[in-house]
C-alpha cells in the first residue's frame, strides 16, 4: 500500500463528495438517464482501487459509479457522460449502467444481475491463456448471488484455476425487497467451500483494514491460481420516508436509483451518525478539526475541477 | 464421405491454423466429440481445447469475456435449444461487445434439430429468430461447398457469429455441388442457372430444393437454385434479377418461426417483380411439433411441377 493514510481519507472524502454533487445535478433534473448512487459503498470501492495493479481488471454490474468515480478520480469526465457529451467518459455512449474504462482496467459492465459474472470468467481465462498476470476483480451483489450465473461462474473459474476476485456487495436489498422477504438465507461461507473457494467477511467500513484484507486476498488468488470471494456488508444510504395514508411516521423507502431527496452536501459529507456510513467511520481516525478541515479541502479542489 | 465428416475435416483444418484460440463446450474432447462434430481436434501449442461444465449462459459470457480480452474461441453446443440459456449473453452482452469493435472471434456453432424425433426440443428449428434477436450473423450449413466457404472465412474471424449445421443431415452423405457463385459475405449461394423457374432455399432447407430442381429437370424445365444462408440483412438483387428472367418463384424454409427469413426476400421479390407463379412451401404449426415425428416438409413436388408448368 503506498497511499498515506491521509490520502487515502481524502481519496473516499472525495468520492462520497463526487455522489453528492451529482445527486444535487439529479435533484435538479439535470439527468435523464438512470444513475445508481452508492452512497455508502465509498469504501470498498475506494479499497479496490488502492489495490488494484496496471496488469488486473474490474467488471462492474449497474451500480458501477463508487468503482468508475474511484478509478478515473475526474468529475467531469463522469458528468458528461451521464449527461451523454461526447466530452463524456464514453464519449456518451454508455451512460451509467454499462460505463466501463478500459484504460483504468473497468473492462465490462452490465444492467443484468449477474451477466457480468461469467464476462469476469472469460476475461480471468483470456488472462491464462496470454499467460498475462493479474487478477480479474467482478463486482456483484446480494440480489445478483441469487442467479444461476454466479454458482456456473465460480465453478468455472474454480475448475480452471483462474484467479478471480468476487466481490459481494450485500446491501440487503434487491430493488425493494428485502432478503428476508425474498429468500433463505445463503450462508456464502459454506457455499462458495463447496467448491473449494475461500471467502472473507468485510464488514464495518474501515477502508484500511480492508485494504490489508484485500491486498492479502488478492496475493492468494494470485499464488494460488484460486477464485475467492469476499461479502461485504454495507448500506447503501439515502433513504427515505414517504408521507402516505396509513403510515404515521411515514413509509420507508429503500433508495434504489435515481436522486436521493434527503441528501444534501450543504449538510457535510456524512449522511449518518453509524458504521453504516463509511465517512463517519473514516472521522473516527482525525480529529474534528482535522476531518473538517480535510473535508472542506477535498470539496473545494472539487469545485475548482468542475467550474 | 459423410455430411458431419465433412464440416469435421474442415473445422479440425481451420482450427490447426490458428494460435492462441480456445475450443470449448461439453463434451467436446470425450466420448463421442458431439457425435463427431470435435472429434480429433489437433491444436497448436498455445490453444486450448476444455471439455466444460454444463453452464450454457455462462460459457457464452465467458466467450465474451475472452473475445473482451484479445483471445479468439469457439463454443461448440450439441444442440441450438441449449443455447437458449445463454440468451441474455446474445442480446445485452454482445451489444456492448460490438460498441468496441473487437479484434477477436467468437463463434458458438450447434447443432439445430431440425428433425423431430427428440421431440419438444425439435420444436426449436428457428435458427433465424436467434440470430434476429440481436441482429447477429449466422450461417446455416447444408452442403459441402457452403461448409468450404462460411467455415473458412467465418469460424475464426474478428467479431461474433453463430453457424447452425442440421441435424437432419448429420449421418448424410454429403451434398457435392458445383457452385456457380457466392456472395463476398456467405449468406447467398447459387448452385444452377435456368431460365423457367427460381428456386429459393433458406435456412436449412436446400435438399428439398435441390430434389424439386432434379424433378423439374427431368421435365425439361430448367431452374436457377439459390440457397440463403444466412438471415441478417441480405441484398437480394442476384436473386431478384434471376426472378426477373424467369418469372416463376418457388421459396422454400423449413425454419419454424413466425418471422421467417423467406419473408422479408418475399416483401422485396413481390415489390420489385412481376410473377407469374408463386410457390412458398412453408412449416405449418400442427400438434405434429410437440411429439416425436419425423417432422420433415411435406411437399407434393407433382402438385407444385404442374403449377409451374
Redesign the interface.
Known amino acids: 500500500m503506498n497511499s498515506t493514510k491521509n490520502e487515502i481519507a481524502e481519496q473516499i472524502l472525495r468520492l462520497r463528495f463526487n455522489q453528492m454533487i451529482i445527486n444535487e445535478k439529479y435533484k435538479n433534473k439535470e439527468f435523464v438517464i438512470p444513475i445508481h448512487l452508492a452512497l455508502g459503498h465509498e469504501a470498498i470501492a475506494v479499497c479496490v482501487d488502492i489495490i488494484m495493479e496496471d496488469c488486473d ?1 474490474l467488471v462492474l454490474s449497474h451500480r458501477n459509479i463508487h468503482y468508475n468515480l474511484a478509478r478515473e478520480k475526474n468529475l467531469k469526465c463522469e458528468i458528461d457522460e451521464f449527461l451523454l457529451k461526447k466530452e463524456g467518459l464514453a464519449k456518451g ?2 451512460g451509467s449502467m ?1 460505463l466501463t474504462n478500459e484504460k483504468k482496467g473497468i ?2 459492465a ?3 444481475l449477474g ?13 491464462k ?2 499467460k498475462e498476470s493479474g487478477v480479474v476483480i467482478v463486482v456483484t451483489g446480494d440480489g445478483a448471488i441469487e442467479e ?2 454466479f454458482y ?2 465460480l ?2 473459474a474454480k ?2 484455476n483462474l484467479p478471480l476476485i468476487m466481490i459481494v456487495e450485500n446491501n440487503d436489498w434487491s430493488l425493494a425487497t428485502r432478503i428476508e422477504e425474498r429468500r433463505c438465507i445463503i450462508n456464502l461461507k459454506n457455499f462458495v467451500g463447496s467448491l473449494g473457494i475461500s471467502y472473507e467477511l468485510l464488514k464495518g467500513n474501515d477502508i484500511y483494514s480492508y485494504i490489508k484484507k484485500l491486498e492479502s486476498l488478492r496475493g492468494y488468488a494470485l499464488s494460488n491460481n484460486t477464485p475467492v470471494c469476499i461479502e461485504v456488508n454495507l448500506t447503501t444510504l439515502g433513504s427515505w420516508c414517504q408521507i402516505v395514508e396509513g403510515y404515521p411516521n411515514g413509509k420507508f423507502i429503500n433508495y434504489h436509483a435515481g436522486p436521493a431527496p434527503k441528501i444534501n452536501i450543504e449538510g457535510g459529507p456524512i449522511i449518518e451518525n453509524s458504521e453504516n456510513d463509511p465517512i463517519f467511520v473514516l472521522k473516527t481516525f482525525f480529529g474534528d478539526e482535522q476531518f473538517k478541515k480535510m473535508s472542506n479541502k477535498v470539496l473545494n479542489d472539487i469545485k475548482d475541477e468542475i467550474k | 464421405m459423410k455430411y458431419v465428416q465433412h464440416i469435421n475435416k474442415l473445422i479440425s483444418d481451420k482450427v490447426l491454423e490458428k494460435e ?1 484460440l ?1 475450443l470449448f463446450g461439453q463434451n467436446i474432447s470425450a466420448g463421442s466429440c458431439i457425435s463427431g462434430l470435435t472429434k480429433n481436434l489437433k491444436i497448436q501449442k ?1 490453444s ?1 481445447i ?1 471439455n ?2 454444463n ?1 450454457e ?15 479468439d474461441s469457439i463454443f461448440f453446443m450439441k444442440q441450438q435449444d441449449f443455447l437458449l440459456l445463454g440468451i ?2 446474445l442480446v ?2 454482445y451489444n ?1 461487445i460490438r ?1 468496441k469493435n473487437p479484434s477477436a472471434s467468437f463463434t458458438i456453432m450447434f447443432v439445430v434439430v431440425d428433425m423431430g424425433y427428440q421431440g419438444l426440443q425439435s420444436s426449436l428449428n428457428n435458427f433465424g429468430d436467434f440470430c434476429s434477436i440481436a441482429r447477429i450473423p449466422g450461417f446455416t450449413i447444408t452442403n459441402k461447398v457452403d461448409a468450404e466457404q462460411i467455415i473458412s472465412k467465418h469460424l475464426v474471424s474478428p467479431g461474433f457469429r453463430l453457424i447452425g449445421i442440421s441435424q437432419r443431415l448429420f449421418n448424410e452423405e454429403l451434398i457435392d455441388l458445383s457452385l456457380i457463385k457466392s456472395n463476398e459475405d456467405k449468406t447467398i449461394f447459387q448452385y444452377f442457372e435456368g431460365n423457367d423457374t427460381t428456386i429459393v432455399c433458406f435456412n436449412l432447407s436446400l435438399p428439398y430444393g435441390l430434389e424439386l430442381y432434379q424433378k423439374l429437370k427431368e421435365k425439361k424445365h430448367n431452374s436457377s437454385l439459390f440457397s440463403v444462408n444466412a438471415v441478417t440483412p441480405i441484398k437480394w438483387n442476384d436473386i431478384i434479377e434471376n426472378v426477373k428472367k424467369t418469372k416463376k418463384l418457388v421459396v422454400i424454409d423449413d425454419s419454424k418461426s413466425e418471422n421467417l427469413s423467406c419473408d422479408n426476400f418475399i416483401n422485396d421479390v413481390l415489390n420489385e417483380c412481376k410473377l407469374e407463379k408463386k410457390v412458398i412451401i412453408k412449416k405449418l404449426f400442427s400438434e405434429n411439433w410437440l411429439w416425436p415425428n419425423p417432422d420433415k416438409l411435406e411437399i407434393n413436388y407433382d402438385e407444385i411441377m404442374n403449377r409451374l408448368k
Open positions: 481488471q455512449q454508455l454499462n473492462m465490462y452490465s444492467s443484468i451477466n457480468n459474472l461469467s464476462v469476469a470468467a472469460g476475461l480471468a481465462f483470456g488472462k491463456v496470454k444461476g450465473s456456473e461462474s465453478l468455472f475448475s480452471n | 492462441q480456445v498455445n486450448i476444455i466444460t461444465p453452464c449462459n455462462s460459457l457464452c459470457g465467458i466467450g465474451f469475456g475472452l473475445m473482451l480480452n484479445g483471445v441474455d449473453h445485452n452482452t456492448f460498441l
